[in-house]
């Protein structure tokens, strides 16, 4: 996890470029949070979070309009603190003296974008949560398949990274392999990220480190993708049990989301790759809401009372016979009688 964000970081993710204080792009960031200030704009500075990045839209620079120099220069210099990261003004929206000065006094960026301001908003929350969000590095590889996201774990040498690289080679992308940095992007998904040194870089034993990006293109890597399925890849013991009808619901919590988790074993004679890619494709059924083990325990219960039925036919059958075969017995003592 990085303790801060600067400024520069953020005008270079895009979308904003710098009207004044380029010698103060250093500024830290240390909050995704960002402030609209509403109420600081009257006066009242009981409750201001003047360690956030403050952005200026429509509704406030029109009200800063109707007020006077004077009243606008006292609200700049109190909102310019020490650790205010950086100003930011919406829609090419003119930008007044007072602020340029209080700005300048206290070393602040003042930052522009063209855009709305609900989409700057947007757009630097998405970047700062990514960058400040808690981060845990795993090991293991991460590949997109088939829109997926499936992180593939395992001990060292079960054939983690020879899978994966069958998968590229099936036209699916690589994100990460070997350490794969996660974060939490919001309350229901994680996302995973190869680490900078081995952004696109693959380590195959018997020939060493490949570059798949030069091998199989740009189209066969990408940058991050959240992980929707994990699939743990272990050797083959005889003496497991393993899951042969999809029932056996297993997940694994990774920060405050459980993941949902496959154990394929390994031996030789399988392939990996492709049962990954059914995995994948079974998983996204699921979420369009076909789960073919429901539907398998369904066919088996329509057997079963089938089988049921036919069993208590036959049985009224068999009854009866024995009942029509004992009066034809008891016919002739009837008559002698």
């Known amino acids: 996890m990085a303790d801060f964000v600067t400024v520069?970081?953020?005008?270079?993710?895009?979308?904003?470029?710098?009207?004044?204080?380029?010698d103060y792009?250093?500024?830290?960031?240390?909050?995704?949070?960002?402030?609209?200030?509403?109420?600081?704009?009257t006066g009242f500075f009981k409750f201001y979070p003047?360690?956030?990045i403050q952005l200026f839209g429509k509704t406030e620079w029109t009200y800063l309009r109707g007020i006077t120099v004077a009243e606008r220069q006292n609200i700049y210099d109190h909102m310019?603190?020490?650790?205010?990261?950086?100003?930011i003004v919406a829609r090419n929206l003119d930008i007044d003296d007072e602020i340029i000065a209080a700005a300048e006094k206290a070393h602040i960026p003042i930052l522009r974008s063209s855009h709305r301001t609900t989409r700057v908003l947007g757009n630097m929350t998405n970047f700062l949560e990514s960058q400040l969000a808690q981060r845990l590095s795993r090991h293991g590889v991460l590949v997109d398949v088939f829109g997926i996201g499936v992180l593939i774990t395992g001990e060292s040498g079960v054939?983690?990274?020879e899978t994966a690289l069958?998968?590229?080679?099936?036209?699916?992308?690589?994100?990460?392999?070997d350490r794969v940095e996660?974060?939490?992007k919001d309350e229901v998904s994680i996302v995973g990220e190869p680490p900078a040194i081995l952004a696109h870089l693959m380590e195959i034993r018997g020939i060493g480190i490949v570059d798949v990006m030069t091998l199989f293109g740009a189209g066969a890597i990408r940058e991050n993708k959240q992980i929707d399925l994990l699939i743990h890849l272990e050797n083959w013991n005889k003496d497991k049990n393993y899951d042969r009808l999809g029932g056996q619901a297993e997940v694994e919590r990774i920060f405050d989301i459980d993941i949902k988790k496959l154990t394929i074993p390994v031996k030789p004679g399988r392939n990996i790759a492709i049962i990954i890619e059914v995995a994948a494709m079974n998983f996204r059924s699921n979420l369009l809401g076909y789960d073919s083990s429901v539907t398998f325990n369904n066919n088996l219960t329509k057997l079963i009372e089938t089988n049921t039925e036919s069993d208590r036919l036959s049985e009224e059958k068999a009854t009866k016979q024995a009942d029509k075969q004992s009066d034809k017995q008891s016919e002739p003592q009837s008559k002698k009688s």
Request: proline fraction near 3%; aromatic fraction near 4%; include cysteine.
């Open 80 to 87: 310019a603190q020490e650790d205010t990261p950086c100003f």
């Open 182 to 184: 996660l974060y939490q």
């Open 50 to 52: 003047h360690d956030r």
């Open 166 to 177: 069958e998968l590229v080679q099936k036209g699916h992308q690589l994100v990460a392999d």
């Open 159 to 161: 054939g983690k990274s």
């Open 25 to 41: 792009l250093n500024r830290h960031i240390t909050t995704s949070e960002i402030a609209r200030p509403g109420l600081a704009l």
């Open 8 to 22: 520069q970081q953020l005008v270079d993710n895009g979308g904003l470029t710098v009207y004044q204080g380029e």
